[in-house]
């Protein structure tokens, strides 16, 4: 065997294992078929031998006839014994296959173990659902703070353009009527309601509409 020569891995033994067995096992059946002929011929000799009277032969061939048909069982005996050894090495095998997969994931759960902090990992997400708490809390008073700006800031002067419009629309529409309606203020779109327009001069204008 070669000084430095690698070590056959498990699989390889067990592949020359089962090379041993299937040429152990051809062999003894070849061993077995011999014997059957012997056993055959001797057969054959013994009624040759017992036909001529020859007690003696008879006997002796019988003596071998015993000894073949013990040794034919021998052949099986030891043909289940090499079967059972192939079957045992792949069992080892398959054993060895199980404990690598197990010291695999072993190895894993321990480097997992290491890296993983479970006080750390706890603080982090306590401290993420206060960040997100926080988060929500200043995204409701930004919302909160918009809505009130824009209600206050536009809908009301929003509200009295589009009044102004209408009226200066119904204005123009009947203008040949409105000689005496109260004269609407001209400017631009929503001043009306800045300079002099109020609630109680937008009812006189609509009344003086519905008298016409």
């Known amino acids: 065997m070669p000084l430095f020569s690698k070590a056959p891995t498990a699989k390889e033994q067990v592949r020359a294992t089962e090379k041993v067995v299937r040429t152990t096992q051809r ?15 001797l057969q ?18 019988a003596k071998q006839l015993l000894q073949l048909r013990k040794q034919k069982t021998k052949t099986y005996q030891v043909g289940s014994r090499v079967q059972s050894i192939g079957t045992q090495a792949k069992v080892m095998h398959s054993n060895m296959k199980m404990a690598d ?17 479970p006080m750390k990992t706890a603080q982090t997400m306590k401290q993420f659902e206060m960040e997100s708490a926080k988060m929500e809390m200043t995204e409701e008073m ?10 206050d800031s536009g809908d009301e002067e929003e509200e009295d353009a589009i009044v102004n419009q209408v009226l200066d629309e119904i204005g123009i529409e009947i203008s040949g009527k409105m000689s005496h309606a109260p004269a609407a203020h001209s400017g631009r779109l929503g001043e009306t309601s800045k300079a002099s327009t109020s609630d109680a001069d937008i009812e006189r204008q609509l009344a003086a509409l519905k008298d016409l």
Do not use: P
């Open 142 to 151: 930004m919302n909160d703070t918009l809505d009130d700006v824009l209600c």
């Open 44 to 61: 054959n000799d013994i009624k040759t031998a017992a036909k001529q009277g020859n007690k003696q032969t008879c006997t002796i061939l």
């Open 101 to 117: 997969a197990m010291a695999t994931t072993t190895k894993t759960m321990v480097d997992m173990n290491k890296v993983m902090d």
């Open 27 to 41: 062999t003894l059946e070849r061993e077995r078929n011999d014997l059957d002929r012997q056993e055959k011929k």
